[in-house]
């Protein structure tokens, strides 16, 4: 469109405004203490970059000779991590898991929709376009079955064969005019919201960290948005997620195969409205990039991505003079890969000013990363945000090769995201899968629908857990919750999917849910990364 064209600088706040909201800003994103009264300016930022790589490095050249892991080759600098064994799975853990997948109740996907509008009220949400009271006999039921069946990605023909009451007219009409990608985005929050307030979900994490991942979806060939994959190797769009340490998705995109995923990193988490606010986010190695790891750090966003392929990593030093003992040829030749501090200092503004605004949301960073990225090389702002991405990005690498816990927190939260795009295509059965709209809005809601399906059904699990460990407690069971941490609620073989869907459901009022589990997750706190 337009924009993409446009002078986007314009978008940015005047300085005297960022100026203004600068004091606070920069205590709340973690770049200053609160109270400190000197003026922080580009020479004050310097000095935090600054030293954050000079203490990475030195701290990982310190404990290079006990990092059993790592080897560093000393003629190519290339890295090399020792491949970690997947730690076997506990005995307790394989018998708490049979024990709750042999209890759990058998479930119909429409019943559990049904339930979790009653218990959360996530269906309040939709509505025609003026804000009045729907003009449908029964709202209620109408949007349960809507999306029930969007959800699967059932046509509405098919639906109105196979659910007794309803036409395919009427749940087309709910769909198109009662929901929006906004309103689908509010009913996620609730749901997430409430999946947070879960003793359970404690099991699993503490909501502080997400990872973000794309999965290949099918789309027709004559639409804006279809576009051939090389990485997926098929016609289609991709369903970007992030997903919550707590296993609940907290956003989703449609963006097409061509597009580069990092841009969406940062855009899911600032969209994020819900409770559950993580500082870290982890990615697969599509999230690296200098823009993006530069942009989240000053957001205050902890990027910690998958690292793959090490030979294409570039390390930098603090000065030309900085010199290590045992890890010095990742950095190249002796004073080459130097940090331009002088840059980052002279663009403090131009830093702070995309910073805010991005912020503020007066400038989308999925815009600003796709104009930093191609064709940017002479652009003044591209050039410090580069600058500033070399510093962290650097830093991280450092981390990545020296912490073998954080590797391993890393990887678990990266196929967890990879899980949940499994279990979201077994939610989604309906024409296999494939986003059967040409329109780039409806292909949007599309996705939502399943994410929220699959929320529903992951919130309805987590209970449905829950009321099987106070069952095994009642019989004596001693719950360990470490065991309890290794259940995932992507279960699905006490769900029925397919058949007749029976709507008596939908007028059934449920009980009220217990959030409380007796069981002390506090243990586990230690294991469960914080935000950085």
Not at 449 to 472: E, G, K, P, Y
Request: aromatic residues 10%; charged residues 25%; negative net charge.
């Amino acid at each position: 469109g337009s924009e993409e064209y446009a002078d986007w600088s314009e978008q940015l706040l005047p300085w005297e405004q960022v100026e203004a909201k600068l004091p606070e800003y920069l205590v709340e994103v973690g770049l200053r203490e609160a109270g400190e009264a000197t003026p922080f300016d580009g020479r004050s930022l310097v000095a935090l970059l600054r030293r954050r790589l000079t203490e990475a490095a030195a701290k990982a050249d310190g404990e290079y000779p006990d990092n059993d892991e790592l080897f560093i080759d000393p003629e190519t600098g290339v890295p090399k991590l020792k491949p970690r064994r997947a730690a076997k799975p506990r005995k307790s853990a394989e018998r708490l898991e049979q024990a709750i997948k042999e209890r759990m109740p058998e479930r119909s996907m429409l019943g559990i929709v049904a339930r979790t509008a009653y218990w959360i009220e996530w269906w309040h949400r939709f509505g025609p376009a003026s804000g009045n009271d729907p003009k449908l006999k029964d709202p209620f039921g109408r949007y349960v079955i809507t999306t029930f069946v969007k959800g699967t990605n059932m046509t509405f023909a098919e639906a109105a064969r196979h659910i007794a009451g309803v036409s395919g007219h009427e749940l087309s009409v709910a769909a198109r005019r009662h929901v929006t990608t906004a309103k689908l985005n509010e009913a996620l929050t609730d749901v997430v919201n409430a999946h947070a307030k879960l003793d359970m979900s404690r099991a699993w994490g503490n909501g502080t960290t997400a990872a973000a991942d794309g999965t290949h979806m099918d789309t027709y060939l004559d639409n804006l948005l279809a576009e051939t994959s090389v990485r997926y190797g098929a016609v289609g769009g991709i369903a970007y997620h992030h997903i919550s340490d707590l296993y609940i998705a907290l956003f989703t995109h449609f963006v097409p195969c061509g597009v580069w995923e990092a841009v969406y990193i940062i855009e899911g988490l600032l969209k994020n409205a819900s409770e559950v606010q993580p500082g870290t986010i982890h990615a697969d190695t599509q999230g690296q990039s200098y823009p993006v790891f530069a942009l989240a750090h000053l957001l205050g966003i902890d990027l910690m991505p998958r690292i793959r392929n090490w030979k294409d990593c570039l390390f930098f030093r603090p000065s030309r003079t900085a010199e290590y003992q045992h890890i010095d040829a990742l950095f190249g030749e002796p004073g080459r890969n130097v940090i331009d501090w002088a840059l980052i200092e002279t663009h403090f503004k131009d830093l702070m000013r995309v910073t805010v605004s991005v912020r503020e949301g007066t400038i989308s960073s999925t815009l600003l990363l796709k104009r930093l990225r191609s064709g940017s090389h002479r652009n003044a702002t591209y050039t410090a945000f580069r600058e500033v991405g070399r510093v962290i990005r650097t830093v991280q690498l450092l981390r990545y090769l020296s912490d073998a816990p954080l590797r391993g927190r890393v990887t678990a939260a990266t196929n967890k995201v990879e899980a949940f795009n499994g279990f979201s295509d077994w939610v989604r059965f309906g024409q296999r899968g494939t986003v059967a709209h040409n329109d780039p809005a409806e292909q949007e809601k599309d996705v939502k629908f399943t994410s929220l399906l699959a929320n529903l059904v992951i919130f309805h699990n987590t209970l449905d857990i829950a009321d099987v460990v106070r069952q095994l407690q009642a019989e004596g069971w001693v719950i360990d919750p470490q065991d309890l941490a290794q259940i995932s609620p992507y279960l699905t073989e006490h769900i029925n999917r397919f058949g007749a869907y029976s709507t008596h459901e939908i007028g059934v009022v449920p009980e009220d849910y217990d959030t409380h589990l007796d069981v002390d997750f506090t243990v586990l706190d230690e294991d469960q990364p914080r935000a950085a």
